[in-house]
């Protein structure tokens, strides 16, 4: 292995404490640090945000980060910032006081990361301000997203090929978790990267056993898991009202469990993945928003009652267990109906054009966008009152806005909700003997003042339920004397806001005019229909390995089975296998790291007599070698 270059070590050290990297995250840096295009191939928990933190603190400039996951991006920068590091981010939902600031931040202040979303590449003025930025890197996060051939294309990612264009010698950086090897070359084609470079971390986890159970019961089935396998568990279900009603039935059986998904307020987000992260609450039932992010090494489970649209987010949902390399379960639920129910989401994503234009047309009039106008504006979209109003059906008028978005005609931001913020913009000497009618206007000015730090020099984040708390005040009576101390240009308040969005993308068609095409209708259509029966084939396959057909669809091979999945093991009690296949367990274990002997008898799903026999074969013969270290490696 080369040795480590002490600066980057150094910056390492410093900032995140660690002293070494990560399998694959040094050979990601040194490739970036000498100007490479680079695509990381990191599965779930392999450490990717270091892969462009470490090398842009070790460069002059700033680092440009796009990604569309808008709480992973404040998470990262709230992240950074604790650490000392100069970083701020960009999305929609800021006031235009917020962005202007933003950019003068990144200008002025020696800032050294800069998040945005990928719809604000879409604005001219961005890119006005980002020509005078100083770039050192461009980082693609979720770069998946920018592939057609990806399981979560968005339009916008494509825009990233024009930000290349202001900064022709700066290398970017593409990271995903999950790419299957098509999808690996349309990334690296659509970014225009200058030589093929890809770092790839194996897919194989030796420590998770993934298993699939048919059941007609599945919460049943889930607390009689959840009762055999101890420890900290994800589940993951579709919606929400079904995170509700799972978690509710958790705690009735007696298993301490909580709810998350993305209609929660932060506060309470933060509250309850707090909680289970530290272990006060053992079972978290989510929607796939929750787990991004989220470094909680010791889940030993994860569990899927519903069956998700592809493998690639099965994949990386069920990569959060075991992360610490102890042996962990990866649980898939299944019953006859589901592939019934999974084909039928294809007919839903893919509502008729003709609907999805009049969705169109009720878009603009709903928004009082006249024809021939609307590009590139913004407007908040109340997509319930939107339903309601010309009452449309929920589900395929969610699709048809998505279709209309991979179609290049708008941009459907997906609710999005920012926290009440505050900044003071009064000198200090002027917030004393205020003149105010809102009875406790000062109380709540003077708790804000006590509470919180910054507020001079930039928005600082609020909680009215906090200052209700400090203040004794009632949520009316602080909402009432924060707008009355912004009209007196005291300070700036701006009250959360849980809305979508829209953004033209062009001006309003008339919709005969808007064209639907093959490239985001039918081949989109025949995409997801790969995927789904992809899926469906690993969930209803009984013979073969489960690890294999995983490794397999994402273009990895493999010499031999993975020994512990639930067909492996079912093989194993048939007695259904081959001296042979002991020997090439055994081969593979210890060809990848030296390893102890529990190891092989914890992973390998062979009865524990033949192992050892098999074993000392091994080393008798000289394919293995036995260690000072009492652990034994394959002999090269």
């Known amino acids: 292995m080369p040795s480590q270059p002490s600066s980057i070590l150094d910056i390492l050290k410093k900032y995140w404490g660690y002293d070494a990297f990560r399998p694959l995250q040094q050979d990601i840096i040194n490739s970036v640090l000498a100007g490479r295009d680079t695509l990381g191939l990191m599965p779930t928990g392999g450490g990717k945000s270091i892969t462009f933190q470490v090398p842009t603190m070790a460069m002059d400039g700033i680092a440009l980060v796009v990604t569309p996951i808008i709480s992973l991006m404040k998470d990262q920068v709230d992240r950074l910032r604790s650490l000392h590091i100069k970083a701020t981010y960009l999305y929609a939902g800021l006031t235009r006081a917020e962005v202007n600031r933003t950019y003068d931040k990144c200008l002025y202040g020696n800032y050294k990361f800069l998040y945005v979303s990928p719809e604000r590449l879409q604005s001219q003025s961005f890119m006005e301000r980002l020509r005078q930025m100083n770039v050192s890197l461009i980082v693609v996060d979720e770069a998946h997203c920018i592939s057609q051939w990806g399981y979560d294309f968005r339009p916008s990612f494509l825009r990233i090929a024009q930000v290349r264009k202001l900064f022709p010698n700066v290398p970017v950086l593409a990271l995903t978790a999950t790419a299957t090897p098509v999808v690996v070359e349309d990334i690296q084609r659509r970014l225009a990267f200058r030589q093929p470079n890809v770092f790839s971390m194996s897919f194989a986890r030796d420590n998770l056993s993934y298993v699939v159970r048919p059941t007609e019961e599945k919460v049943a089935e889930l607390i009689h898991i959840l009762r055999a396998v101890p420890g900290t568990a994800i589940v993951y279900a579709r919606s929400r009202l079904r995170t509700k009603q799972i978690c509710d039935e958790l705690n009735r059986a007696g298993i301490h469990a909580d709810f998350y998904h993305a209609g929660l307020y932060v506060e309470d987000k933060e509250d309850k993945q707090n909680k289970w992260t530290s272990n006060e609450c053992r079972v978290m039932v989510a929607t796939n928003a929750f787990g991004m992010g989220i470094d909680k090494p010791d889940v030993r489970l994860v569990v899927h009652v519903d069956m998700p649209n592809s493998l690639e987010e099965y994949y990386q949902e069920a990569g959060r267990a075991g992360r610490d390399g102890k042996r ?104 004393y003997d205020l003149e105010t009618t809102t009875p406790g206007a000062d109380l709540v000015l003077q708790a804000i003042l006590r509470i919180y730090t910054g507020l001079f020099s930039d928005y600082v984040f609020i909680n009215e339920n906090v200052i209700a708390f400090r203040t004794g005040l009632d949520q009316e009576t602080i909402y009432r004397s924060l707008l009355e101390l912004t009209r007196m240009h005291i300070l700036h308040y701006v009250p959360r806001k849980r809305t979508p969005y829209i953004i033209y993308t062009t001006s309003r068609e008339e919709p005969k005019h808007v064209l639907i095409p093959k490239a985001v209708y039918e081949e989109l259509r025949d995409r997801m229909t790969s995927r789904i029966e992809a899926t469906i084939n690993y969930a209803y396959s009984d013979t073969g390995c489960r690890e294999l057909m995983l490794l397999s669809y994402f273009g990895e091979s493999k010499d031999c089975e993975c020994g512990h999945c639930d067909l492996c093991i079912d093989r194993r009690k048939r007695g259904d296998h081959e001296p042979a296949d002991v020997q090439q367990g055994i081969l593979y274990m210890a060809g990848l790291r030296p390893r102890r002997l529990d190891e092989f008898l914890d992973t390998l799903s062979f009865p524990k007599d033949e192992i050892l026999s098999m074993l000392s074969f091994l080393v008798d013969e000289g394919f293995i070698e036995h260690l000072e270290d009492d652990t034994y490696q394959k002999r090269v």
């Open 328 to 431: 962990s379960y990866a649980v898939l639920l299944v019953k006859h109906t589901d592939q019934r129910i999974l084909r039928r989401h294809i007919t839903e994503a893919f509502p008729d054009k003709d609907f999805i234009r009049s969705v169109y047309e009720r878009v603009g009039n709903f928004l009082g966008v006249s024809l021939g106008e609307g590009f590139q504006q913004m407007y908040d979209f109340n997509f319930n009152l939107f339903c309601r109003t010309f009452d449309l059906p929920v589900l395929p008028t969610h699709n048809a806005l998505k279709i209309l978005t991979q179609a290049g005609y708008i941009e459907f931001v997906e609710e999005i909700e920012t926290q009440s913020r505050v900044m003071i913009h009064a000198r200090k000497d002027e917030l």
